[in-house]
């Protein structure tokens, strides 16, 4: 039966009684892109040849051993795998060979930074080569007597499942990685190969607890590695403004949560989409029927198909009396720190993108995390607002050159006013992403529609199933009231009973 072999941070062989574990640092960790179906099938693509990239042995780590995520990033990602532990030194071996030269396995975790990837262009060194991107361990099963199909790999996340596959159906066999990569390079003693990771790789955060486990449970006595344990926390260190800071968009943010509804997205698909129905029109008869209704009955009717978290709330508008309705454009503030305004404040930002770029029927929503300390936006960038023709400005903090802001036609809805520029506690940071304001999740094409009673948001395949109902209810609490202000009483009234419901049928011809 394979023995399991204690582990270090970088021991990768063991002396002559095959017990103790030798700290010796691999030349090499070559890492695989893509070998589960199940992750090719999560990409979108399946590789015909097997590729790679490199990985530096200063990125090993031991189980129990922590993983930064930088500072400044969001999308730190796991990903469950197999490691080979190269026995021998290998040079130009066949498929049927390759397996020989693999003295143990063991478990890996390839942790990556999604945030990083755009200045790497395939090769991943900056966003999955920091220190301690690598951990293995915690013991390493003798090759001897395993069958490389039969190994099954998989990853806990607090506790919970997210990663189980085994290796009968991968689409490069162990043998065959080790001899693809003899071809052009010689393999020595204690490199590592990371195998590939299946489907369930996704983002992790500050205080969450990774565990992975590679055995053999068809083998006598089912041996496995033990788990492999990686607590995450936060980096504290800023990136310098000497190199590529973080970077992302929504394919990043896809690719690392594995699908772009576990991202929080619209869309389906980003790397193989399908066909998208027409886009949401907001014609000027739709909005008719939207402001022939109050906020107060369309959120009934939002309530009554599940949606009760779609109120935006603590805002109060410079134009009270104007109805608010418009598609959702958003802006996002993170918390102000110098460095990141001096790299992202200044300029053509963020802020000054998004009103430039606003246009009839918008309405700018802006996270600003219900801070009222400062102004997030004033007259100069309102009035921009106003000629562009957007339908209005939401905001969750405060409002500098209030009465200049009041003055204007198009409605603002703030948390209050505040002398203070943007930069005392902002960074203006991107757009037309999911934000929260005012407790509520905003995407752009969300329809927001405020009144006097408050802001609502509308997933605007809901938006005229909703309307056309709050028009029906509205009708009948218009007979309502006329029954209470004759004198009936509410009992059966409201709501309505059979014998009001005939009485309303009657009225509502009577009426046409």
């Avoid at 397996?99 to 396995?105: C, D, I, P, R």
């Avoid at 010689?186 to 369930?200: K, M, N, Q, S, V």
């Avoid at 698909?269 to 907001?282: C, D, G, I, R, Y």
């Avoid at 107060?296 to 109060?316: E, P």
Wanted: aromatic fraction near 6%; hydrophobic fraction near 40%; include cysteine.
């Amino acid at each position: 039966m394979p023995n399991p072999t204690s582990m270090g941070a970088a021991s990768v062989s063991t002396d002559s009684t095959g017990t103790t574990p030798l700290l010796v640092t691999p030349g090499k960790i070559i890492a695989v892109h893509l070998n589960y179906p199940s992750r090719a099938a999560q990409r979108g693509r399946t590789p015909e040849q097997p590729s790679y990239f490199l990985k530096p042995a200063s990125s090993l780590n031991s189980s129990g051993a922590p993983v930064e995520r930088p500072d400044g990033c969001e999308l730190l990602v796991f990903e469950g795998e197999i490691a080979l532990v190269i026995g021998r030194r290998t040079r130009g071996v066949s498929p049927e060979e390759g397996w020989a030269a693999v003295s143990h396995v063991t478990a890996a975790n390839d942790f990556g930074v999604y945030d990083l990837r755009s200045a790497d262009k395939g090769s991943n060194l900056r966003s999955k080569g920091a220190d301690g991107f690598t951990p293995v361990g915690p013991t390493m099963l003798s090759s001897a007597g395993l069958d490389p199909a039969a190994l099954r790999i998989r990853t806990w996340v607090n506790g919970t499942l997210t990663q189980e596959d085994t290796t009968a159906d991968l689409l490069f066999s162990f043998g065959r990685l080790v001899a693809d990569l003899s071809q052009l390079l010689t393999l020595e003693p204690g490199d590592l190969i990371l195998t590939g990771t299946p489907a369930g790789s996704s983002v992790v955060v500050p205080g969450d607890t990774v565990e992975v486990e590679v055995d053999a449970p068809g083998t006598p006595g089912a041996p496995g590695t033990g788990r492999l344990v990686t607590p995450i926390r936060q980096g504290t260190v800023p990136f310098g403004a000497f190199g590529a800071g973080p970077q992302i968009d929504d394919l990043q943010r896809t690719e690392a949560w594995g699908s772009a509804e576990a991202a929080g997205l619209q869309r389906a698909s980003v790397t193989a989409p399908k066909p998208e129905p027409a886009p949401f029109a907001l014609t000027e008869k739709l909005k008719a029927r939207i402001n022939s209704v109050g906020t107060a009955t369309l959120s009934a009717q939002l309530r009554k198909r599940g949606l009760n978290s779609v109120s935006i709330d603590g805002l109060g508008s410079t134009r009270p009396a104007t109805r608010l309705v418009g598609r959702a454009r958003t802006l996002r503030y993170v918390p102000a720190r110098e460095d990141l305004f001096e790299s992202h404040g200044g300029g053509y930002n963020a802020q000054k993108r998004a009103f430039d770029s606003l246009g009839p029927d918008d309405v700018l929503v802006i996270e600003a995390r219900g801070e009222r300390g400062t102004g997030t936006v004033g007259d100069i960038l309102a009035l921009r607002a106003q000629v562009r023709g957007a339908a209005g400005i939401v905001t969750d903090g405060g409002v500098r050159d209030l009465a200049a802001v009041a003055a204007l036609e198009i409605p603002t809805y703030h948390a209050g006013p505040h002398p203070a520029v943007l930069g005392r506690r902002h960074v203006p940071w991107d757009t037309d992403l999911t934000v929260a304001c005012g407790g509520a999740s905003v995407q752009p094409g969300d329809v927001i529609v405020g009144d006097a009673d408050g802001l609502l948001v509308m997933p605007p395949h809901l938006v005229e199933e909703v309307v056309a109902a709050a028009i029906v209810q509205e009708r009948e609490e218009t007979f309502i009231a006329a029954m209470v202000a004759a004198g009936h009483g509410v009992d059966g009234l409201y709501p309505m009973n059979a014998e009001w419901k005939a009485r309303y049928g009657v009225w509502q011809e009577e009426q046409e």
